[in-house]
């Protein structure tokens, strides 16, 4: 992922709110005396929910916890390991630094336990459980890392009243989707407002569909091979992908100023057309943070809303879910950082960042009236009814491909060139770099 996807990347924010009280209180064991030392990227407000996380550890079992963030955490924690003086814990922003921490020897495995609970009391559990497996010093597979805060992608935002006034329905697979749309082009309208821009990171926003579509189209193992290059970028399976994107985004009847606007509109600027009067589009696929770029009158869950970006009900895959998310790991043991891990298995834990902002968990045990707003809620909703999880794959790829060759290849796509080309492209320049 770009930096600048990161600073984007955020859940709808919300005012913070005091902390109410929360059912299903935890009792830890007493670990008085001792302290557990925490790195990670949660700065200002996520850093301000994470110690009000760490505080109630705190009062409930007597330890000390020491929490660093840092903008510059990715760089600092791999000195800190190779080192031999990392902290307790480490809050890795996503797997792909985590694993090659692990190949050497960096991360403490959380083990069976863990890996078990995690399977059962996750939204689609096996899918974390595969997120934070890793090889080991030695090329053999463990459980390292323990996903706490996640993110939803795969939302398609829009307006209640356009739809409304249009006499449309949410809809509940991808074929009514693209019925929908078919609708909306038969009364005169325009169904899609798509953007690609975004500087020199032009093209990243049809990386998440292509994604999105790979998770709807095949099982969750044909697209892990393809995160790694395993299955090759131009193998049908994808082209068959980006082919589907097409039949949105290279659709002049389907977007907002047709074809030639999709690779020129800057994706802060796409989702205006939803409330211009008429309405110059009526949907906007795109992940949780995007409300920070609609008109500043608009209020998220009244004047705007989001459904799940669905799945096709004649594939058979369940509901997929992509996003992105933080995992916490072990780098250095110890009786009271096993404690604080078990602790993360507690509701309790989740409730408290829930009830502030900021912060979405799979875990099945949270109470989901205890989000801070309902535009949380339902997203938490869409995870609790995941059955398959997974990482958005540009930042699994390497920095060339993910981050480079896949954004300028989708803008190519959307310029004309045909989806076998733009993956020859991206596939010679994944050799390129073996």
Request: proline share 6%; hydrophobic share 40%.
């Amino acid at each position: 992922m770009s930096i600048m996807k990161v600073a984007i990347l955020a859940v709808v924010t919300t005012t913070l709110i005091s902390l109410p009280a929360l059912a299903g209180e935890y009792k830890g064991p007493d670990l008085s005396g001792q302290t557990i030392t925490i790195s990670g990227p949660w700065l200002t407000g996520d850093e301000e929910s994470f110690e009000a996380v760490t505080a109630y550890f705190e009062k409930a079992t007597g330890a000390k916890v020491e929490y660093a963030g840092s903008d510059s955490f990715e760089q600092q924690i791999v000195i800190d390991i190779k080192a031999g003086s990392p902290p307790n814990m480490a809050a890795f922003p996503q797997p792909g630094l985590a694993a090659n921490m692990a190949a050497i020897g960096g991360l403490i495995p959380l083990g069976s336990k863990t890996e078990s609970w995690v399977k059962n009391n996750y939204a689609a559990g096996p899918s974390w459980v595969d997120l934070g497996t890793y090889k080991n010093k030695a090329g053999n597979d463990e459980y390292y890392g323990f996903f706490f805060n996640v993110n939803v992608k795969s939302l398609v935002w829009y307006v209640p009243e356009n739809f409304e006034s249009g006499g449309y329905s949410v809809p509940n697979t991808m074929e009514e989707l693209i019925a929908l749309s078919d609708q909306i082009v038969k009364d005169g309208g325009t169904p899609w407002c798509i953007g690609l821009g975004s500087g020199d990171a032009t093209g990243w926003p049809a990386t998440d569909w292509v994604e999105d579509l790979m998770l709807r189209t095949q099982p969750p193992s044909v697209y892990d091979g393809w995160v790694s290059n395993e299955i090759k970028f131009n193998d049908p399976r994808v082209v068959s992908a980006i082919e589907t994107f097409g039949l949105f985004a290279k659709n002049n009847k389907y977007v907002d100023g047709g074809m030639a606007a999709v690779g020129s509109t800057d994706f802060r600027d796409s989702p205006k057309g939803l409330f211009t009067v008429p309405p110059r589009c009526y949907m906007h696929r795109q992940a949780s943070f995007i409300p920070a770029f609609f008109p500043k009158d608009v209020k998220v869950g009244v004047d705007a809303d989001f459904f799940y970006f669905p799945s096709y009900s004649t594939k058979n895959l369940g509901n997929p879910v992509l996003g992105g998310g933080t995992l916490i790991t072990i780098t250095k043991d110890s009786s009271a950082t096993r404690a604080f891990m078990e602790y993360l298995q507690h509701p309790k834990s989740h409730e408290i960042w829930m009830a502030r902002a900021g912060f979405l968990t799979p875990h099945k045990g949270v109470n989901l009236s205890k989000y801070s707003s309902g535009i949380l809620r339902k997203q938490g909703e869409i995870l609790q009814n995941a059955t398959t999880f997974r990482f958005d794959g540009s930042d699994l790829m390497p920095g060339a491909i993910g981050a480079g060759a896949f954004w300028s290849q989708m803008v190519y796509f959307v310029s004309g060139a045909s989806a076998k080309k733009v993956a020859d492209n991206v596939q010679s320049s994944w050799d390129s770099i073996k």
